[in-house]
């Protein structure tokens, strides 16, 4: 089995910084793409910032220039350092990783999420 395990979320006063972590675990042969999702209270899930297995990254438009996205492919972490941080970003925010098991095709994995409240 595979998990993904994301931590790092809190409260954090607006124009202040959070960096989370997501580690990925199990049988893995090997992880493609990795990114960060999040879902604020009513909204669907949206695509916050990805990175490909070569490092090439996407990210949302309201968080350019705002949020990094970095991965460790030893340590099979995904980072998400986020800076700035404005109300709006409030929400939980989930990791994503497409891995191939061992002896098994590639798909789509989930974290559980992580709350980032973003308040004075």
């Known amino acids: 089995q595979v998990q993904l395990v994301e931590s790092g979320g809190g409260l954090v006063q607006p124009g202040g910084s959070l960096r989370l972590p997501c580690a990925a675990s199990?049988?893995?042969?090997?992880?493609?793409?990795m990114g960060w999702y999040r879902q604020a209270p009513g909204k669907q899930r949206e695509l916050v910032a990805a990175?490909?297995?070569?490092?090439?990254?996407n990210y949302a438009d309201s968080v350019k220039g705002r949020f990094t996205i970095s991965r460790n492919n030893t340590e099979k972490t995904v980072y998400l350092q986020m800076d700035s941080l404005k109300p709006e970003d409030t929400a939980v925010y989930y990791c994503?990783?497409?891995?191939?098991?061992?002896?098994?095709?590639?798909?789509?994995?989930w974290g559980q999420g992580t709350q980032v409240t973003v308040s004075s």
């Open positions: 990175i490909t297995s070569i490092g090439s990254t």
């Open positions: 199990g049988s893995i042969f090997t992880i493609y793409g």
């Open positions: 994503n990783a497409d891995i191939r098991i061992l002896h098994g095709p590639p798909r789509d994995y």
